[in-house]
Nanobody, 123 residues
Framework: QVQLVESGGGLVQPGDSLTVSCVASGRTLSSGAMAWFRQAPGKGREFVAGIQWSGGATIYAKSVKGRFTISRDNSKNAVYLQMNSLKSEDTAVYYC????????????????WGQGTQVTVSS
């Protein structure tokens, strides 16, 4: 099994930066992928960014491309989401997901999830 733990969320002002982290334990993810999804109140779970463990190929949602950067540290079994120029629309619970195989944008294709970390952008 894979266990995922997110951290780093908090309250920030518009324009600020914040980095959230996800640490995985258990099954190795060297041949899989991890991704960040977010869910705002009353909304569905939305894909944000994903990364392939081998090679580091990345994909981003159009709404965050150019502002957010996803990265991974294989030695630490960790994935990070660096969020810059944050907007109020970015307010959501951010979830980390993991899967075997290639990175995708579909939440239903991810086998493991963390419990989420709250990011609130407000003045």
């Amino acid at each position: 099994q894979v266990q995922l733990v997110e951290s780093g969320g908090g309250l920030v002002q518009p324009g600020d930066s914040l980095t959230v982290s996800c640490v995985a334990s258990g099954r190795t993810l060297s041949s899989g992928a991890m991704a960040w999804f977010r869910q705002a109140p009353g909304k569905g779970r939305e894909f944000v960014a994903g990364i392939q463990w081998s090679g580091g190929a990345t994909i981003y949602a159009k709404s965050v491309k150019g502002r957010f950067t996803i990265s991974r540290d294989n030695s630490k079994n960790a994935v990070y989401l660096q969020m810059n120029s944050l907007k109020s629309e970015d307010t959501a619970v951010y979830y980390c997901g993991a899967k075997m195989g290639g990175v995708t944008v579909s939440y239903s294709s991810y086998d493991y999830w963390g419990q989420g970390t709250q990011v609130t952008v407000s003045s």
